[in-house]
């Protein structure tokens, strides 16, 4: 785990919450801090999320908390079974994410003297409010990072990470268990970039013309990570079928491993012309040479498969689903690519039209 922005929002949060709550001289300030923690959130709009989700928590556990300890005391029964009401009422309205701070409402109200239960009670209901609120205002001053480069700085690298294995794998030079390691790291890493393209859609725009950019930019990143995907699948392919493909004929690896890079750098082309640091469109003859023939690749596999051929027909099989999975990240990746170029076009005429508004 690595120290960042969310660490120190809460950092700040607690010692915000434990100040305002000695300043208004509430009781048990700590229920305020211990609220903080609860509400961090990465994103405003999470937060605000939470904040509601929270205070309404937060009421049912108050309620219920009050009205056991009233009826029925506050001895440590009591404040179970309350507890498991209250867990069960925050399960029945889908709050399953409030039930910590609810729980925590309840064991602070029923833990209150019992000759002035409602004062404290209420006071220390307003020390977990103010928590929560001084959370919202942390998360609110401290802006959330820019999430769309995050995520893609994140796919970019895994890209590269993929790209590299591919390569290697391609010429026979990967170590076994070492590759298995790194596509089980990918996997994990491309779960976390699923959970960044989550933060960055949920990021609210405030302007008409930012938020229409911003949806055809989902559409992108989502297409992106589905070209990760498939090159992450192409790669386990390899892997796992690398004995069967050193059986083939040295002709068909030699064409496989110049198709496979070529798909591999029309990727890196994409995700650079995304960015600005490649031309939209490059000389066709330049690009010839450098695109995936899907026709050529099917044409010499089966020219060099032989019916009858018993030494060479389990590896051959094994290769179709590896050919399937490379002709799938070819069909992604040229769908990434149109889009980007629309995208690119798209904006280059809006930035054309303000030009022209403003001469």
Known sequence: MKFGARMLKTGIAITLALMLAKLLELPSPVFAGIAAVFAIQPS?????????EQVQANVIGAIFAVLFGLYFGNNAFIIGLTVVLVIAINLRFKMEKTISVAI???IAIMESPSEQFVQFASLRFLSILLGILSAFVVNLVFLPPKYEKKLYDAIVEQCEEIFKWVRVSTRHASEYNTLKDDIDKIKENIIQIDQLFLLYKEERNYFKKVEYEKSRKLVLFRQMITCTNRALDTLKKLHRHENELQELPIPFQQLFVKEIDDLLHFHEQILLKFVGKVKVQAPDELMEDFSFDRKKVIDTL???????????????YHLMTLVSAIFEYSEQLERLDTLVDSFQSFHNEVIVEEANKNS
Do not use: K, M, N
């Not at 709009?45 to 509601?52: H, K, M, P, W």
């Open 302 to 316: 089966f020219a060099q498969h032989r019916p009858g051929d018993e030494e060479h027909e389990e590896a051959w």
């Open 44 to 52: 405003i709009y999470r937060s605000y999320l939470t904040v509601i």
């Open 104 to 106: 925590v409402t309840v």
